[in-house]
């Protein structure tokens, strides 16, 4: 069983940045991706960053060139650091991890199997 636990959202302007952070448990190289996933009320969640276990990472094109995906593991933290940060930014950020084949991480958005509780991103203008 693989533990989740987002922090650092909050309200920021537009412009402003904010780092959520991901503490996990258990290792999650044994779960091929993990990566950072939004929605926004009712929405259909999005894939915002998966990073693979070889280290690349892949970013959902309208975050591209603003958020980057860092981890620590002697911390077993991954985060996300937003820059520039737009209203359209807005949403439940969650973290995510596990998938059942590796291909599956090539996704927009993977089908994970293990989720964090979520963390709300406000931006305003």
């Known amino acids: 069983q693989v533990q989740l636990v987002e922090s650092g959202g909050g309200s920021v302007q537009a412009g402003g940045s904010l780092e959520l952070s991901c503490a996990h448990s258990?290792?999650?190289?044994?779960?091929?991706?993990m990566g950072w996933v939004r929605q926004v009320s009712a929405k259909e969640r999005e894939g915002v960053a998966t990073?693979?276990?070889?280290?690349?990472?892949i970013y959902t094109d309208s975050v591209k060139g603003r958020f980057t995906v860092s981890q620590d593991n002697a911390k077993n933290t991954l985060y996300l650091q937003m820059n520039n940060l737009k209203p359209d930014d807005t949403a439940m950020y969650y973290c995510a991890t596990d998938v059942l084949i590796p291909s599956l991480c090539d996704r927009p958005l993977p089908p994970y199997n293990y989720w964090g509780q979520g963390t709300q991103v406000t931006v305003s203008s």
């Open positions: 990073l693979y276990t070889d280290g690349r990472v």
């Open positions: 258990g290792d999650v190289y044994d779960h091929y991706c």
